[in-house]
């Protein structure tokens, strides 16, 4: 290539709220007018931006590191892997800087010192919602960073810190760019969703000339006024939680809670560290859908924790039979390094965690199946995602992008990518949707 651009070779792994901080790396990169290019050897140099969660995220991470230096011997580390700094540079001492999670400009000081900016970034122009690693029609909205529980399974307050709230106004701001740019669905995340506000007292700020307090119903309130789709992630299941359920009856944000549960078992919880209780949690789903009939409910568990026995699996998939959740994820546990429960006793064959992953996969399985032919018949709202043989892909309210499932269009008709469309079901399977337009 004949430019004299750099050239930055931008890798994001791990979770939505890993994309947010990618997103605003790649902002300020293009502001300041950096090229990006999706080639390792096209490049002047590497950014990756890891994770460092579980060992198959830590193994991806590292691999990639491995490619990137192979090809290009500038490369620049971030993300939460590289709070591990001491072990990054042990392994891969040529790196030309590792820096943590949430280092936007950490990252940038190490850009200029190894490639400086072609220009002043106050005289270029980039779209006022920033780059977006997603789609033109949907976007992830990141209220805050850090979390203040200490699940012993997790460490991502070691990594990311404690709770950290941004401004009411300011996620307002951001959400209204979002979809003055055409995004028609927004996608809310942190740590702990529902903890927002929490460390900054609840402060009262103003958007748009409404008062607002840096609290979880004022800000769902809000977003509820954009006319978009909001979807709620990563929600702990405080006693508030209840307030937002008649903002979804009454169509203000999609009727989706994403809760991690992670068990059943009363042991297992306080093991983990996590409160719960599963007579209290089934009495508030069952009101939940009282209130609010439509709602759909994403969770994830986890099997095989330390100390989990046959009657605590048992009563797991019991739970599982009861709550008719809709969407499910399960993972066995995987020992983090820096985690508390590595020193908890009596840990799991990994063959038993195996063998219970696929009996607790093969249940909600089950539930899945009978619960989306329950659709059959339906009229729904589907966005459309991309074209497929024949027709198109899209998703319900009931579908989070990348984890829950997808709606099959059959059609010949030209539909417009992005945007909504009405559709009459006509058949289901275990995970996903069959439909025709409407008529």
Not at 387 to 403: K, N, S, V, W
Request: glycine share 6%.
């Amino acid at each position: 290539m004949t430019t004299n651009i750099p050239r930055i070779g931008f890798v994001s792994l791990g979770c939505p709220k890993a994309s947010v901080d990618s997103e605003q790396i790649i902002t300020q990169l293009r502001v300041e007018g950096y090229d990006i290019v999706p080639d390792f050897d096209a490049a002047d140099m590497v950014i990756i931006n890891t994770c460092g969660f579980i060992d198959s995220a830590i193994e991806e991470s590292l691999n990639t590191i491995d490619e990137a230096l192979q090809e290009n011997a500038r490369v620049i580390v971030t993300g939460c892997l590289g709070a591990r700094s001491e072990m990054i540079n042990a392994r891969f001492p040529q790196l030309l800087a590792v820096t943590g999670p949430q280092a936007k400009d950490d990252v940038m000081q190490a850009v200029h010192r190894h490639l400086p900016a072609p220009h002043d970034p106050f005289l270029d122009l980039v779209p006022k919602q920033g780059v977006r690693l997603t789609p033109r029609h949907y976007a992830y909205l990141k209220i805050s960073e850090g979390c203040n529980h200490r699940c012993s399974f997790c460490i991502i307050p070691s990594l990311r810190g404690d709770l950290v709230s941004r401004p009411i106004d300011e996620v307002m701001t951001e959400a209204q760019l979002l979809v003055d740019a055409g995004v028609r669905e927004i996608l809310v995340i942190s740590q702990d969703t529902s903890a927002y506000g929490v460390d900054r007292k609840y402060q009262t700020r103003f958007w748009q000339g409404q008062p607002l307090r840096t609290r979880f119903l004022d800000l769902t309130r809000a977003l509820g006024q954009l006319g978009v789709w909001i979807r709620l992630h990563y929600v702990y299941p405080y006693p508030h939680v209840d307030d937002v359920i008649p903002l979804m009856a009454d169509g203000a944000i999609l009727p989706y809670l994403d809760i991690p549960f992670q068990h059943a078992s009363q042991k297992i919880l306080k093991a983990m560290k996590r409160p719960g209780n599963r007579d209290r949690v089934l009495e508030r789903i069952s009101r939940w859908r009282e209130i609010c009939p439509e709602l759909v409910i994403r969770s994830t568990f986890i099997v095989g924790f330390p100390g989990e026995t046959d009657a605590d699996f048992d009563e797991l998939l019991d739970f599982l039979e009861v709550a008719q959740l809709d969407r499910v994820g399960c993972f066995t546990y995987s020992a983090v390094d820096g985690a508390a429960a590595n020193a908890l006793s009596d840990h799991v064959p990994e063959a038993i965690k195996q063998e219970r992953y696929h009996r607790f996969m093969l249940k909600q399985q089950a539930i899945s199946t009978a619960k989306l032919k329950q659709r059959v018949g339906q009229q729904l709202s589907v966005l459309l995602e991309t074209r497929a043989e024949p027709g198109y892909i899209g998703r319900c309210y009931a579908d989070a992008p990348e984890i829950d499932g997808l709606v099959h269009i059959a059609t010949d008709a030209e539909l417009p990518l992005g945007e909504f469309c009405q559709v009459e079901i006509t058949d289901a399977d275990e995970y996903d949707l069959y439909a025709s337009p409407s008529r």
